[in-house]
């Protein structure tokens, strides 16, 4: 049975690198249940930028660059075709307030069949994914 793919948004990063963030334990426990699991959790190149940015802004520009330095989870590219999917899921829900991060996110987790994304943002829920933690 191959391993479950979940994506690591950079809210959740977030949660797990600052105490302080109301989501901590929560996803902290998430997570760690994930690596028990042994899940392949993975990020994108867009949400590496996106959360050497939140973490700079919200943390301190030393624990971000900590972060980006340290060994870390997969890294999936962004590909053209990920950014036209993007575009064509913002223009089909003009309701909603997804960003290009967001819709790229979206996108890789369509393609590559990625039903779950640890991510305290709530948009994730709300294209029709599973999010983590409940």
């Known amino acids: 049975m191959p ?4 994506l690591l948004d ?14 901590h ?3 902290k426990e998430a997570f760690a249940g ?7 959790v993975f990020t994108t190149t867009y949400l590496r930028a996106e959360t050497h ?8 520009w030393e624990a971000a660059r900590r972060w980006l330095l340290s060994p870390g989870r ?6 053209p075709e990920d950014e036209d999917a993007a575009v064509e899921i ?3 829900h003009s309701d909603k307030g997804y960003s290009f991060t967001d819709a790229t996110s979206f996108a890789i987790m ?3 069949g990625v039903d779950t994304a640890l991510t305290v943002d709530r948009h994730f829920r709300q294209f029709g994914f599973q999010a983590l933690p409940n």
Do not use: D, K
């Not at 391993?3 to 979940?6: G, K, P, Y």
């Not at 940015?53 to 301190?60: E, F, K, N």
């Open 34 to 40: 994930l690596l028990a699991a042994r899940a392949q």
């Open 74 to 79: 997969p890294i999936i590219r962004v590909l």
């Open 3 to 6: 391993l479950r793919q979940v």
């Open 53 to 60: 940015a939140l973490l700079g802004a919200r943390l301190s």
């Open 25 to 27: 334990e929560a996803v």
């Open 10 to 23: 950079s809210s959740a990063v977030l949660c797990l690198l600052n105490r302080r963030e109301g989501q």
């Open 90 to 92: 913002i223009r089909a």
């Open 110 to 112: 369509n393609r590559l």
